[in-house]
């Protein structure tokens, strides 16, 4: 562990947590393709083109914040196991 000082409640004080903001940009997506397909058909190409990048914008959007999230979460649980390494030690009968 690079930072040994470092524990649990100080490590990250605003966490991501991307449920409810990841489901609701998935929505936002799903909307923005449907209509881009939509506009796709009905013949309006670049108004088309637009929606379908940005659907694809949110999208790379959402995976760099799941990505933030995954190594948040991860450096969290190796302090939690680190904690509980320390606390087995510390209790250890013998």
Same mark, same amino acid.
């Given at each position: 562990?690079?930072?040994?000082?470092?524990?649990?409640?100080?490590?990250?004080?605003?966490?991501?947590?991307?449920?409810?903001?990841?489901? $609701?940009?998935?929505?936002?997506?799903? #909307?923005?393709? &449907?209509?881009? /397909? @939509?506009?796709?058909?009905?013949?309006?190409?670049?108004?088309?083109?637009? $929606?379908?990048?940005?659907?694809?914008? #949110?999208?790379? &959007?959402?995976? /760099? @914040?799941?990505?933030?999230?995954?190594?948040?979460?991860?450096?969290?649980?190796?302090?939690?196991?680190?904690?509980?390494?320390?606390?087995?030690?510390?209790?250890?009968?013998?």
């Amino acid at each position: 562990m690079k930072h040994k000082n470092m524990d649990y409640d100080n490590r990250y004080k605003y966490k991501l947590n991307m449920l409810e903001p990841g489901l $609701t940009m998935m929505k936002l997506i799903g #909307v923005l393709f &449907v209509t881009g /397909i @939509l506009f796709w058909v009905a013949g309006w190409h670049w108004l088309s083109s637009i $929606t379908l990048f940005l659907a694809g914008a #949110v999208f790379a &959007v959402l995976l /760099i @914040l799941l990505a933030i999230e995954a190594h948040q979460d991860k450096v969290l649980n190796d302090i939690a196991m680190w904690e509980n390494n320390d606390l087995e030690k510390k209790y250890e009968i013998g």
